[in-house]
């Protein structure tokens, strides 16, 4: 699954070494695809490298629960989110554990016929709103909650950073939109998607972290959280302070919808090009032109500040999301 990328250039992953090896060894083992675009795409700045693969296996891949659960979650993000490449990805992941309806419900944006499976949809949807009362309660186990909450909170910050800088198809010519291609590129992943995943594998590729938030104490999503919002929110130093409080205390009455291509938060882009960039990565990534990045992206800035600017405003809707999350209640519910 490869894909182009726009406005950076990262580094072919045969080059790599180290950490961002190791994270590209595990991809090709738990994930089954050696080189992923959502994260090829972080190379520019491998220090969120190996926090969002973390991240993203710790939840998706080895949490509690059923993994189809987890992808219908997933997909429901993403199609809030409106980002079709990583819908794609999941019709294609839930094809490849042999979950084939649900498969072709996602991809055709449809609710899957099992009142389960589309409450999960639902639910995966209903997180894009900070605080919704459609999270409680949960259609999951309270043992659950970490990984799937988890999950959410990945392919919100995932679903960002692709609808920026990657493009929307998930295949070449867009090749993903043929059932027969689906089910195909499902089975050549069923292997790596259906085998155990031990939990905590990924936690040794970061540095030293806290515990993570309250709803994934004591698992490993806590740690992949904490390192992941550690890394992302330095791109905020690339910011001044006139432009970080407006990002600041806009997403902070954020509300979940998605804005008019012109709201009155939204700066100029020859007057404020950074503080647009970081609130459209946030509030609707989709809507980044050639020509916003264009106006901040000059020197000194390189592929490394745009990537780490993207994810900082991609972050702070994560962050948004995640602190008015009822997790008093969900913990409870579940």
Known sequence: ????????????????????????????????????????????????????????RESLIA?????????????????????????????????????????????????????????LLEWGRATRVPGSPELTPPPFARTALASHFGTALTFHFINRIVSALCGENLLPAGAQRLRAVRSLAGRSLSRAVRAPHRPGASLALLGSTGPGPLWAAGTSVGPAYDALRTAATTGAGLLDDADLGLVQSTVARWDGSHPAPSWPELP???????????????????????????????????????VRLIAYGAFAAVDRIESALPATALLEAS
């Open 63 to 119: 949490g509690s629960g059923s993994r189809a659960d987890r992808e219908l979650i997933a997909a429901g993000a993403s199609l809030a989110n409106r980002c079709p490449f990583c819908v794609d990805a999941h019709a294609v992941l839930l094809h490849a554990n042999g979950d084939h309806a649900l498969g072709e419900a996602v991809a055709r944006a449809r609710s899957p016929r099992g009142e389960r499976a589309a409450r």
């Open 268 to 306: 100029d882009r020859a007057d404020r090009p950074g503080a647009r960039l970081a609130l459209l990565a946030a509030l609707a990534p989709y809507r980044i032109t050639d020509e916003d990045v264009a106006a901040w992206r000059v020197p000194p800035f390189t592929d490394h500040c745009l």
């Open 1 to 56: 699954m490869s894909g182009p990328y726009r406005y950076t250039r990262p580094p072919s992953p045969k080059t790599a070494t180290g950490t961002a090896a190791a994270v590209y060894a595990q991809t090709a083992t738990d994930f089954g695809i050696p080189h992923p675009t959502t994260l090829v795409v972080l190379g520019s700045a491998p220090e969120l490298l190996a926090p969002a693969w973390a991240l993203l």
